[in-house]
């Protein structure tokens, strides 16, 4: 073998070596994994987020299903509005704060509010869930600090007590991303999030450090189904958030909507 043939063959393997496997990305350390996920939540108190939502429930009219864009604000554990529209128009406005919940259902003839003094009722198909209880499904709020982190075959699994119920939470062990969280109360059933990664990711826009989040999320309890699906989302300071604080004044969104019917 020519000099000029041992050259070109040296430059290969130099070329193959440089493209060798990567090395395997390491599971996150146990005794971390509360801290790490803390540091992840932290930046997302306050967000707004875009997207649509599909709504399945059932009533004693019968079995329902909506879908629309949605506009949703959480405003840490205390408040939550979901606004959801077709064309521009309100079809449906979930919200919830700490003095009561409150239903907007322009879907229905006539037209209703529905609202009531806050609880305890965990009812997916209005979303009639408290804000904390929600921020915990869709993963924005840190894990209990005498939770029992474990391996189970490949996932990390966290258990504890919180808000009253027990949290049962898996996430994947290299970056710790949710994939399936579930809450269970007393004399209730299971409330799940299902964390949908293959369909895509979202960033938190000005959330530096924040964990990213599953495009799809489903929700589900024994009687409803929520599909969130997220194309867009930002952690929002105090000041903005005072200033969109009329999605959770429900007497002004009442006087700007005027439904027919006030339950």
């Known amino acids: 073998m020519t000099n000029a043939r041992l050259c070109r063959l040296g430059s290969v393997l130099l070329v193959l070596a440089g493209c060798s496997a990567p090395q395997p990305v390491e599971p996150v350390p146990l005794e971390t994994v509360l801290a790490d996920w803390a540091s992840q939540t932290l930046p ?125 939470a898996r996430v994947r062990p290299v970056d710790l991303q949710p994939l399936k969280i579930t809450m269970t109360f007393p004399d209730q059933k299971p409330l799940v999030a299902a964390h949908q990664w293959t369909t895509g990711e979202v960033r938190v826009d000005a959330a530096r450090g924040a964990r990213r989040l599953a495009r799809v999320v489903d929700l589900h309890d024994d009687n409803s189904k929520v599909k969130l699906r997220t194309s867009y989302a930002e952690t929002l300071t105090g000041e903005q958030m005072e200033t969109s604080g009329a999605v959770f004044d429900v007497e002004r969104i009442e006087a700007h909507l005027q439904p027919d019917v006030v339950k």
């Not at 309100?90 to 529905?114: A, K, N, Q």
């Not at 009812?123 to 474990?150: C, E, H, K, Q, S």
């Open 44 to 168: 997302l108190q306050r967000l707004h987020f875009e997207g649509q939502i599909q709504v399945e429930w059932a009533d004693e009219r019968g079995e329902h299903m909506e879908q629309g864009d949605l506009n949703a604000w959480l405003d840490g554990d205390r408040s939550s509005s979901w606004r959801v529209t077709k064309f521009g128009d309100v079809y449906l406005w979930y919200g919830s704060t700490p003095d009561e919940t409150w239903i907007f259902d322009f879907v229905s003839e006539p037209s209703v509010l529905r609202k009531g003094p806050a609880s305890r009722d965990m009812d997916l198909g209005t979303m009639a869930i408290r804000p904390a209880i929600l921020r915990t499904l869709l993963g924005f709020d840190p894990w209990p600090a005498d939770a029992i982190v474990t391996y189970e075959q490949d996932i990390i699994v966290i258990r504890g007590q919180v808000l009253g119920g027990h949290l049962e």
